[in-house]
């Protein structure tokens, strides 16, 4: 509305008072004050006159005559009807004042219709959906050296675990944590074997490792072990014998609600419970197969209340159990008495193999199923398979998933999938087939489902962890060269976390840090010898290396005639002279060239001396017996002829 609208509008209220009388307002501006009114009628009746609160009776009273007879009835309905005329004239000029108005608003642009009016709502919409996603920011950590597989955050999301095929494990504080990005605990759980999953105590005080070995470890908030699984005898052909696992581990994760229980599962073909007090198990689950042998456990999770336990299996089978109460039944009923003298221990765990539920050729057979994660409400599984697709199931009817979504690149073997904080959206990652691709992370819709959001990273994409309390997206993306661990945030919806970080600048280097610190040497005169730092002006003492390479200088053996330089003799460099000397010894024939010398003679000029004692036997001579030497025979023929 104009303002030159505005006025007229005015004016026009303003000459209606007038005309109506002293009571300033008219009757349809009463009327309309008595109505309630939203803040727009409010602002609109701003512009014209206030309206007096008095009632139709008292502007017809100032209209007619104190006295009474004909004469006032007669004005009465003059009074009405010169009301009535006013009121027309007025309602024809605003009438005439919103008709010019309507064609100014078409003039300015073309009204819009329902379905362009929804498109421009969906619009908005989606525009709200991705400004609610924690995705404008991103901290990258780095420091692992192969892909980060396994991630994890404690519940009041203050300190992160990254764990990769580096077979490392480093950890991670935001309270203390510069912008830099730099672990505060780094080391190796289990030498050789990469890490395949990390999972904190409903507590936050300790977390489990689970590695390519059959004994996962046990570590305290501060990276200290505490304690490690007992390993099975892999001579013992049942499973459900055996104190531990026989394989190595493919996945476990803490329970969610009790601090003394964890599950762990492997490729000997079994689920096993722990108790987290003792370290030793409580229930051995095996499968349910369809034929006699053993197939791997790929994957297995815990519900969001812990009274369900899901597992994968390598022939694509996924099993379900409920824990909740009385759970299996002791592993030694059914079992042969041994000897006495060979009762090491009692079998005192449970053992189950029947599941409640069993969703058969769920993926296909031989590749694994790489996670299973189940709502809050129990209601809706998804699981990810090696087979390139996820699926979502509803758990009161397997018969069928709900959803199948294909092409979604896997390599690795343990690649997560999980929900949002609300269970709106199904989170999973893909693998970069080609070394200088890259991976994404997929984002769908539960109730829709459909795809909704695709994020690019570098590397593959393996874990992955949508915190509900500070409202972060933990990525563990790599490869074969390089692994990092990704924190995706927003600085209006998310809090703590990775922004407590960002905000600290590092302390800069100096270069007389190292400088200082290696010019003030430490002396300790109560350490080893071979540790001890010589005092200020006392001699070095010489080291055991020290002393042999000089020694073995001293006693260098002759090279010979492989020596270098000149010489004489069949060796070079021992002559001692100059070449002058070597020419007056050769002119006077005492130099002679080897090559000329007789050697049979020079070694029979010798023989003469063979019986002469040496300077190293004169000690024996007066002991030595005398020489008796054996006569010749002499020959018949020899003897008569002497005759």
């Known amino acids: 509305m104009s303002s030159d609208d505005d006025d007229e509008l005015a004016a026009m209220r303003r000459q209606?008072?007038?005309?109506?009388?002293?009571?300033?307002?008219?009757?349809?501006s009463l009327r309309r004050h008595a109505q309630p009114k939203d803040d727009a009628d409010?602002?609109?009746?701003?512009?014209?006159?206030q309206v007096v609160d008095?009632?139709?009776?008292?502007?017809?009273?100032?209209h007619l005559p104190t006295s009474f007879g004909a004469a006032d009835a007669e004005g009465l309905a003059a009074a009405k009807a010169s009301i009535a005329e006013v009121l027309k004239a007025d309602a024809d000029r605003e009438d005439d004042v919103m008709q010019n108005r309507g064609a100014e608003v078409q003039e300015a642009g073309p009204s819009r219709s329902l379905g362009e009016k929804a498109g421009d709502d969906n619009e908005e919409e989606e525009e709200e959906e991705k400004e609610e996603l924690p995705l404008s920011h991103e901290l990258v950590l780095e420091g692992h050296t192969k892909a980060v597989t396994a991630i994890a955050l404690d519940d009041a999301g203050a300190r992160l675990l990254t764990g990769g095929h580096d077979y490392m494990v480093k950890i991670f504080d935001f309270g203390g944590m510069k912008s830099d990005a730099k672990p505060f605990r780094s080391f190796e759980v289990d030498e050789g074997h990469p890490i395949v999953s990390l999972s904190w105590s409903p507590s936050g005080d300790a977390f489990l490792a689970v590695t390519g070995s059959p004994q996962p470890k046990v570590y305290n908030r501060e990276g200290k072990e505490q304690g490690q699984f007992v390993r099975g005898d892999m001579y013992i052909g049942d499973q459900k014998n055996t104190k531990g696992h026989v394989a190595g581990c493919t996945g476990g994760q803490w329970h969610p609600v009790d601090k003394l229980t964890a599950m762990t599962c492997s490729s000997d073909g079994t689920v096993r419970v722990w108790d987290m007090d003792q370290l030793v198990q409580k229930t051995v689950i095996k499968p349910q197969l369809a034929k006699p042998g053993r197939v791997q456990v790929t994957a297995a999770c815990y519900g969001s209340t812990g009274h369900v336990v899901a597992a994968g299996l390598?022939?694509?089978?996924?099993?379900?159990?409920?824990?909740?109460?009385?759970?299996?039944?002791?592993?030694a009923i059914e079992q042969v008495a041994v000897p006495s003298q060979q009762m090491v221990a009692r079998q005192d765990w449970n053992y189950v193999s029947s599941a409640h539920k069993i969703i058969r050729s769920a993926h296909v057979a031989g590749s694994e199923i790489t996670c299973l994660a189940l709502s809050r409400?129990?209601?809706q599984l998804i699981s990810r398979g090696g087979d390139d697709t996820l699926k979502a199931w509803d758990t009161r009817s397997l018969k069928q998933p709900l959803a199948v979504f294909e092409d979604l690149d896997t390599t690795f073997a343990n690649t997560q999938a999980c929900f949002s904080p609300d269970e709106r959206l199904i989170l999973t990652g893909t693998s970069a087939r080609k070394a200088d691709a890259g991976g994404s992370v997929i984002m769908f819709d539960r109730r829709e489902l459909k795809m909704v959001r695709r994020l690019g990273m570098p590397g593959s994409v393996i874990a992955l962890q949508w915190h509900p309390r500070i409202n972060q997206i933990l990525v563990g993306s790599g490869d074969r060269k390089a692994g990092q661990a990704r924190i995706l945030y927003s600085p209006l919806l998310s809090q703590r976390g990775a922004m407590l970080a960002v905000g600290r600048k590092p302390r800069p280097a100096n270069p007389f840090d190292m400088l200082v610190a290696s010019a003030?040497?430490?002396?300790?005169?109560?350490?080893?010898?071979?540790?001890?730092?010589?005092m200020p002006g006392q001699r070095k003492r010489k080291t055991a290396e020290s002393d042999a390479a000089e020694n073995k200088q001293k006693h260098k053996p002759d090279?010979?005639?492989a020596a270098p330089g000149m010489g004489a003799g069949g060796k070079l460099g021992s002559t001692g002279g100059t070449l002058l000397t070597q020419y007056v010894l050769k002119t006077h024939g005492l130099l002679k060239n080897p090559l000329d010398e007789d050697v049979r003679a020079s070694i029979l000029r010798h023989a003469d001396k063979a019986d002469e004692y040496s300077l190293f036997t004169a000690a024996y001579k007066s002991?030595?017996?005398?020489?008796i030497y054996a006569e010749e025979e002499k020959d018949e023929e020899d003897e008569e002829e002497q005759k």
């Open 314 to 331: 390598m022939d694509g089978t996924i099993q379900l159990w409920d824990v909740r109460g009385k759970f299996g039944r002791s592993a």
């Open 559 to 561: 090279l010979g005639s």
């Open 54 to 62: 008095v009632d139709e009776e008292a502007l017809l009273r100032a």
């Open 42 to 49: 409010q602002e609109e009746d701003d512009v014209g006159p």
């Open 520 to 534: 003030l040497p430490i002396y300790n005169p109560n350490a080893l010898p071979m540790y001890r730092e010589p």
């Open 623 to 627: 002991t030595q017996p005398d020489k």
């Open 377 to 379: 409400d129990g209601h």
């Open 16 to 28: 209606r008072a007038s005309r109506l009388g002293a009571a300033g307002a008219t009757l349809t």
